[in-house]
């Protein structure tokens, strides 16, 4: 269950892997993309954890909203408007009095799915949103398989966003989004807000 402590940590775990993790994530996006996904994911980090510094919290809601306002307005591309719809789509489920962590993820993934209209083996961070949710309801989230899901999406070819100008010449390269939302999800299983 979320708790407003928990989610704090997990979303404080979660910048610090994207800060120790930044230039992994931009050297994926090099072969891909714009090559800036790590420094923008760590500019976002770092203004989410700034703002959930700031105040106090009553509520999960108000946790998730001001991560995803934060996120939002500071990670650039294509990734800031994805991760911002995500927590904000957590925080209106969260607000509907679910604290149940697969609803709210499930409401996170329908945030991404709306504004980037990606499904699945689009090669894009749906490829691991979608079978982290699932696994989640079932009480079968793990990190093999998280890292498993990243690394499927290596032999995809892109449909949607940058990496889709380059056709087959994406095909051989991970996610860099699907890798930084595995980051996202190693976090909710470390700080435990999967355990009852």
Request: net charge negative; hydrophobic share 40%.
């Amino acid at each position: 269950m979320l708790t407003v402590e928990k989610t704090i940590a997990w979303l404080n775990l979660f910048g610090q892997k994207v800060e120790k993790n930044k230039d992994y994530l931009s050297e994926l996006d090099q072969k891909i993309g714009d090559g800036d996904h790590g420094a923008n994911m760590a500019r976002g980090a770092a203004a989410m954890k700034t703002a959930l510094e700031q105040k106090a919290f009553d509520t999960v809601q108000d946790v998730l909203k001001t991560a995803g306002m934060a996120l939002l307005s500071k990670i650039g591309g294509a990734s800031g408007p994805l991760y911002g719809s995500a927590f904000i789509g957590m925080a209106k489920q969260a607000g509907a009095g679910s604290a149940d962590v697969p609803a709210v993820l499930e409401a996170g993934l329908e945030g991404i799915r709306k504004r980037g209209k990606a499904e699945a083996g689009d090669k894009t961070m749906v490829d691991v949103w979608l079978p982290a949710v699932d696994a989640a309801k079932n009480k079968e989230l793990s990190r093999e398989r998280i890292d498993g899901w990243v690394k499927a999406t290596e032999p995809m070819k892109a449909k949607k966003g940058r990496a889709s100008y380059l056709g087959d010449r994406s095909i051989g390269h991970i996610d860099p989004g699907a890798a930084s939302s595995g980051l996202l999800f190693e976090s909710l299983i470390e700080e435990g807000v999967l355990d009852e």
